[in-house]
């Protein structure tokens, strides 16, 4: 076995809070920069040159790329050949969260209890973990804005039921958010499992390099075409018009049962924020 | 691009057309989900709410937190559909301008119209550029709210988008 401390988790898991709320994802980045070269309308050019302004802003004086940052995601990948020694390991990574959450000047977005609203503390994160072969860990930390988590949508559909549908679905949902929730966005896409598999893997989608597209043959198809739909909204930059209402599509998918075909569409603002980091 | 000054009176508000580019400079207060479920219960009781709400700009914001040696941290906007349900009464009470992102209610909109009012957008997802234009930061009111209470910003130049103007025009989609 291999021995991990805690405390070396806890501590890679403060500099990717860090990071991911100030320094904004290079492929996301390459796509706004390609968006901003193609943009014709007057207001949507602007507040794109504003977005890309605002990651040099956030770079230059270490402030985070936007004020909501974010429920803390943390995704854990084990290896089964790993130890990890001294404290618990949830303590280590909310540990590690409000010190890269304190130390980039985050905001204290978590309220402890959803119905009296009491207590605004940077933690406790969300953290999913998975076994994996091998002997590493690898962290990723994806701080999740509600304005945009607030769009997502759940559909199960009747496994007669084909892509055609799904596609759809997720282009209403795009059009349902509109200017809400920080347009052009990336919209992530599970498809299978049970009803929390699919929301998981839509969230997990957005982890994925936005500017590859799936290796699966029907899942590739089906991302360009929503891409293509959801960019003739005419929703634009922050609702101000135009072709470019998202960057990209990302979609994961996982085997289901006979009965059902679960899909789940998570959005992302334009602010798309993550890093990960490998022990 | 037109320059405006705070107080936000109705004869300066006139003018914008929905579209228009603004730069605003002078006092504007935050307020968020929250805080505007306070302000709302003031009013409805015949209270007094925390800030002098007469041409006031009420700035959907909830900032992050402060780097030393700064005046405030990241401070976009939020959105502006979830003030929808409140957004009548504070109009009512002399609110004379509202600054946040997305769309609004058919309610809000007829609302604008009614009390010659404005809604602007700002750049959203772009807090980092948007605390350059803020002068000086003070929590005001309802300081147990954290990143929800109600701050006093100073700004200068403040970008903003008519979105929808006192005519009830709309930019397209809001």
């Known amino acids: ?279 | 691009m037109r320059k405006l000054l705070t107080p936000l009176t109705k004869d300066k508000i006139a003018g914008l057309k929905a579209g228009e580019q603004v730069l605003l400079s002078g006092i504007i207060y935050t307020a968020r989900d929250q805080a505007h479920k306070l302000i709302a219960a003031a009013l409805s009781k015949g209270g007094k709410p925390p800030v002098e709400l007469s041409s006031c700009v009420i700035y959907y914001c909830g900032p992050s937190g402060t780097p030393e040696g700064k005046v405030i941290g990241s401070c976009g906007p939020t959105t502006s559909s979830r003030m929808d349900a409140f957004a009548p009464l504070l109009l009512e009470a002399g609110v004379s301008a509202m600054i946040g992102k997305g769309g609004r209610s058919d309610k809000v909109v007829r609302e604008i119209k009614r009390r010659k009012a404005v809604y602007f957008i700002t750049y959203a997802g772009c807090g980092a550029l948007l605390a350059r234009t803020v002068r000086k930061a003070e929590v005001i009111a309802y300081s147990h709210l954290g990143p929800e209470a109600v701050y006093r910003l100073e700004v200068e130049d403040f970008p903003l988008i008519v979105a929808i103007d006192s005519s009830g025009r709309k930019l397209k989609g809001f």
């Open chain 1, 1 to 279: 076995m291999r021995k991990i401390p805690a405390a070396k988790i806890s501590d890679t898991t403060a500099e990717l809070c860090a990071r991911a709320n100030i320094i904004l994802r290079k492929d996301v980045l390459v796509l706004l920069r390609s968006a901003r070269k193609k943009e014709k309308n007057g207001l949507a050019a602007a507040a794109l040159d504003a977005i890309l302004e605002n990651a040099r802003a956030a770079a230059a004086e270490r402030t985070p790329l936007c004020q909501d940052t974010g429920l803390p995601y943390v995704f854990l990948e084990i290896g089964q050949g790993v130890l990890i020694t001294g404290c618990r390991l949830d303590a280590a990574v909310n540990n590690g969260v409000k010190r890269g959450y304190a130390f980039a000047s985050c905001r204290q977005s978590v309220v402890s209890h959803p119905l009296s609203r009491s207590g605004s503390s940077y933690v406790p994160a969300v953290i999913h973990t998975d076994i994996v072969p091998g002997s590493k860990v690898r962290v990723t930390v994806f701080p999740k804005g509600f304005g945009s988590e607030n769009k997502t949508g759940l559909k199960m559909f009747r496994p007669t039921e084909s892509g055609d549908e799904i596609v759809n679905y997720v282009v209403s949902c795009s059009a349902e958010a509109g200017a809400d929730a920080c347009p052009p966005y990336i919209i992530g896409c599970g498809i299978g499992g049970g009803a929390d598999t699919a929301c998981l893997l839509a969230k997990k989608s957005l982890l994925r390099d936005v500017r590859k597209r799936s290796p699966d043959r029907l899942l590739r198809k089906m991302e360009k075409e929503i891409l293509r739909k959801v960019n003739r909204l005419n929703i634009g930059p922050m609702g101000l018009g135009g072709g470019c209402t998202a960057l990209a599509v990302n979609i994961e998918a996982s085997p289901t049962h006979i009965a059902g075909l679960p899909a789940a569409v998570n959005i992302s603002c334009h602010a798309l924020r993550s890093a990960s980091a490998v022990i």
